[in-house]
């Protein structure tokens, strides 16, 4: 269990970087046409997000956002098991930093990213659906918004929230078991 702790970071890393294949096959945003007649509607998956590239500035831009996700998943993925592999004591020849970096902390600062690259896209589907959305009382087409992206986004702000109150009581576990073995070698 103490493993696990000390490699949480690594954990939630690999954990986000798998779950974001997942949640790409979610749909992000759905297509519609409604009419007096009726309504069609088609959902569009995190992978189909990367070709956005005809929905104007909002469409190309979510599609580079959507594809810095991924580059940033798989990054996340490969650390996180890396990590957790020397932990276990199995790769041994991965590096505890790099450069000045450490792993762990470098593990955290993707997590950051993850998050920030997703709100990002959040904010630019936002405006993707807004500005490709016509209609009046007799037909309506345009996009809106699905819940994959609030899912990939729930995750993130999770995995983040996660990781820092471990952290934190870890932290103070380390300075409690320190302040003891001070005042019992006194």
């Given at each position: ?40 509607s ?37 650390l ?5 592999l ?9 590096p ?11 593990a ?43 899912i990939t986004l ?6 983040n ?25 006194e």
């Amino acid at each position: 269990m103490k493993t696990i702790k000390t490699n949480l970071t690594y954990l939630l890393s690999a954990a986000i970087g798998v779950l974001t294949f997942i949640f790409f096959a979610i749909p992000y945003l759905s297509a519609y046409v409604n009419s007096i007649l009726g309504g069609a509607s088609e959902g569009y998956s995190g992978y189909k997000v990367m070709d956005l590239w005809e929905g104007g500035f909002a469409g190309v831009i979510s599609s580079l956002l959507q594809i810095l996700v991924l580059i940033t998943a798989v990054f996340l993925l490969a650390l996180g098991i890396c990590g957790l592999l020397k932990g276990f004591g199995i790769l041994k020849a991965f590096p505890d930093a790099f450069g000045k970096l450490e792993s762990k902390k470098l593990a955290q600062y993707g997590l950051y990213a993850y998050t920030g690259i997703n709100a990002l896209l959040l904010v630019f589907l936002i405006i993707f659906t807004a500005s490709n959305s016509d209609g009046n009382d007799l037909l309506s087409a345009g996009f809106s918004l699905s819940a994959g992206i609030f899912i990939t986004l729930v995750f993130a702000i999770a995995t983040n929230v996660t990781s820092f109150i471990v952290h934190k009581l870890t932290k103070s576990e380390t300075s409690t078991e320190t302040e003891a073995k001070t005042e019992t070698a006194e």
